[in-house]
Structures are given as C-alpha cells and as structure tokens.
C-alpha cells in the first residue's frame, strides 16, 4: 500500500530557530499534500493544502510567513517552521493524496513532534 | 461549513466485548466519504474503515463496522470482539467527493480503552 515517509519524528530547538519537515510519499505520486497539527489530546487541525508546483493554500488564521509550505515535486512536500517559538510546540503531521485510482483515502505520515525551547 | 461531531470524549470496553463510537456530522452535501481513523500512541493515523455516501450498504472490516445513517447525518463504528490492541484516539473524518482539494475534517476523538 501507499506509504509516506515523514521525517524528522522528534526535533527540539532554540526559540528563534528554523526547522524543516520533511513529507515524502515513497510508492506513489502524490498531487496534493496536507500538513496538519495535533495539540496535546486534541484532534486535528489543517494547516495548509499543498499542490505540487504551485502555492499552498492555507487556513484561516495560519501564518504563510511562519509555516513554509513547498511542494517542489510529486513526492515531497516540506514545511518549515520559521523563527520558532515555544508556541509552535506541537505534533505536525503530513497526509499525501493521489490524483489516480484510490485518491478518495488519505495516506499520513507518522508525525514530527516539534519541540521549541 | 461541514461539521464532525464525536460526542464521547472516552470509552472504555472489556476485552472481547462489542463497543460503538459515535459520529455525527453536518452537511448540505449529497456526494461525500465518511472514515474512523485510528490513533494509537505511536501517533500514527492509521485507516480503519471508509464509506462512501452513494451506497446504501455499511461498510465493514473484519471486526469493524459501521451504521451509516445519512438522513439522520450519523456515522457510528462498532468494534466486535475487542482486542487490547484496538485501545487508541479514534476519530471521525469527512470529506467532499470531488474537487481539488479533498482534505478530511475530523471530529474531537474518543479514548477508547480496552480492559483485560
């Protein structure tokens, strides 16, 4: 089955740092990707919808200049956190689509808990 | 706006009992996907079952099934003879047929625990 490969699954750094996760679907092409994030015992919330080559779309309420979002390929799609802070502290998680047959189920990454001292 | 709403913030079962999480959502939509996601403590999502809104027929998975009710807008799993290993989040996404986009919108989660 499709598999996507999200790395790194834990990154602590300095509060005024950069981190980049990275989303990659390692059997499958993947058209669109989505970057969502977890607080503690909460349920997802989407961040951005990624479309390969083109701007992501974003949220209501997400910042475009704090989360890079880029999807230069069909199979990788990267979000970095920018000049992070304690409050970016969180569980990211990564889900790819594909444009072909099975495109109505969702593939997720295992998540990237981020951890900003 | 679409909606999901698990209204069961815990549950908890016996071991190779039967236990039914609940799922509501909100719609105008005819043409949609309903899925129960899995979250266990790895926190990796894991599919457990999807049904499409066309069919009348519930979906079903080796020991997981779902009632799909469309005109009541209520997407029920029922997990049969619990095993310890399905203690974890689950959560109820929906998602739009068609389109470009296609993200799910999941509801809040149930904590199901599975007693020995």
């Known amino acids: 089955g499709a598999v996507v490969s999200q790395h790194p699954s834990r990154v602590i750094c300095k509060s005024g740092t950069s981190v980049k996760i990275e989303c990659r679907s390692l059997?499958?092409?993947?058209?669109?990707m989505f970057w969502y994030r977890q607080f503690p015992k909460q349920s997802l919330m989407l961040m951005a919808t990624?479309?390969?080559?083109?701007?992501?779309?974003?949220e209501q309420g997400v910042e475009k200049d704090k989360f890079l979002i880029n999807h230069a390929s069909l199979t990788l799609s990267t979000l970095t956190v920018t000049s992070a802070h304690p409050e970016d502290s969180s569980f990211y998680i990564c889900?790819?689509?594909?444009?072909?047959?099975?495109?109505?189920?969702?593939?997720f990454g295992a998540g990237s808990r981020l951890t900003v001292l | 706006a679409q909606t999901v709403t698990q209204s069961q913030p815990e549950m908890s079962v016996q071991e190779a009992e039967t236990v039914t999480l609940s799922c509501t959502y909100d719609?105008?939509?005819?043409?949609?996907?309903l899925f129960w996601y899995k979250q266990p403590p790895s926190r990796q999502m894991i599919l457990v079952i999807r049904?499409?809104?066309?069919?009348?027929q519930n979906a079903t998975e080796n020991r997981f099934s779902v009632n799909f009710q469309k005109a009541a807008k209520s997407f029920s799993l029922k997990i049969s003879d619990s095993q310890l290993g399905d203690a974890a989040m689950y959560f109820c996404?929906?998602?739009?047929?068609?389109?470009?986009?296609?993200?799910?919108?999941f509801g809040k989660g149930t904590k199901l625990s599975v007693k020995p």
């Open positions: 889900s790819a689509r594909t444009a072909g047959s099975g495109a109505n189920v969702l593939t």
């Open positions: 059997d499958f092409q993947a058209t669109t």
């Open positions: 990624s479309n390969e080559g083109s701007k992501a779309t974003y």
């Open positions: 719609t105008s939509e005819s043409d949609y996907y």
């Open positions: 049904q499409e809104a066309y069919k009348q």
């Open positions: 996404a929906y998602r739009n047929y068609g389109g470009s986009q296609g993200n799910l919108i």
